[in-house]
């Protein structure tokens, strides 16, 4: 059985949450907030993107304001993680409750646009490149993965109330 790969979409640095979930739509709901989803930086993203896909960008992904639609614009559209140095404090907790997998990784903005990248769970989650890298990342709490691999945090309780665990995956590698 073959691994899943991920296709690599860059960004630079300090992508904030206005440019995630713009301003001037936060009066609709999260499928239009979806679909303007960095538009003043990669107009074609939210309409190119595919499930699966991740974001590889600069530190301070997700600074500014508190929005949670700004990472569930990404879950929407399928993103099924982040790649970054850092991140916004409350964008980062946002991320894990909506879903959205967060993997803070110093090197992440040496990963190629449009590289396919496998995405491993080992005793710390692991980056690897087409041309044999492996790139490490900060160790994340196993139920901040738990709830990203669930969906995030009311579909985790679902499935806890539901008796069905924490919705974990054995396989070792990112489930989207």
Known sequence: MSATTHRVWKLGQDIDTDLLAPGYVMKHGIEVIATHCLESVRPEFAATVRPGDVVAAGPGFGIGSSREQAAAALVRLGVAAVIAPSYGGLF???????????????????????????????????????????????PIPD??????????????????????????????HLSR
């Not at 901040?144 to 924490?166: E, I, Y």
């Open 143 to 172: 139920f901040l993965v738990d709830m990203a691999r669930s969906g995030g945090l009311l579909n985790q309780l679902r499935k806890r109330l539901a008796g069905n665990g924490p919705g974990t995956s054995s396989s070792g």
């Open 92 to 138: 980062f907790r946002n991320a894990f409750n909506v879903g959205l997998m967060l993997l803070t990784c110093p090197q992440a903005e040496s990963l190629d646009e449009a590289a396919r990248i496998e995405i491993r769970f080992r005793e710390t989650p692991q980056v690897a490149t087409p041309d044999g890298r492996v790139l490490a990342c900060e």
